[in-house]
């Protein structure tokens, strides 16, 4: 799976597609802006949990948030 995007790219670009800002995302996810922009960025690696909690706040169906999971290393 080597043309896998980064977790990251996939999630900001979710968030996008909901036409939402990264203070408006952190903010309904209960985060900081600022892990959010790391997790975006690929400096900091999101949690198995984080990641589910973020899918779930941006609606992201079943089947890409497996290929979340995967793009994440879960």
Known sequence: ?????PVGSLLRGWRRRRRM???????????????????????SSPSREMLLHLCDRLGVPLRERNMLLVAAGY
């Not at 799976?1 to 995007?5: G, P, R, V």
């Not at 203070?23 to 790391?38: N, T």
């Open 1 to 5: 799976m080597s043309n896998t995007q």
């Open 21 to 43: 800002s990264q203070l408006a995302l952190a903010a309904d996810a209960e985060i900081s802006q600022r892990h959010l922009s790391f997790i975006e960025s690929g400096r």
